[in-house]
């Protein structure tokens, strides 16, 4: 499970960000779990300043990349960090 925090001051509505990039309706502070095709299976949860995700890989591989992109504009909507600001984050992650 990864943890996206959220941009100090950034306060975006999560669960409508859901529903328009992946068409999921749900509650976020409760967790939601929906599939979305060439991610996998999407458990996710909002608590205090992060968004908590664990994705299962499909069994399928998909093609079409375009969906990369789209999960990447609907994190940088959701936490208001940029790739290479959350990259950045994930680096100083202690292991």
Do not use: Q
């Not at 859901?18 to 608590?47: A, N, Q, R």
């Not at 998909?62 to 990259?87: H, M, P, Q, V």
């Amino acid at each position: 499970m990864r943890e996206y925090r959220i941009k100090k001051g950034h306060n975006a509505d999560i669960e409508a960000l859901v529903s328009k990039h992946f068409g999921t309706e749900g509650d976020i502070s409760k967790g939601m779990k929906f599939e979305v095709e060439g991610i996998g299976k999407i458990d996710m949860k909002h608590e205090k300043n992060s968004l908590f995700i664990d994705i299962e890989p499909p069994k399928k591989i998909c093609g079409d990349y375009s969906i990369i992109k789209k999960w990447n504009t609907f994190l940088f909507e959701a936490t208001g960090k940029n790739t290479k600001e959350r990259k950045k984050e994930f680096g100083k992650i202690k292991k």
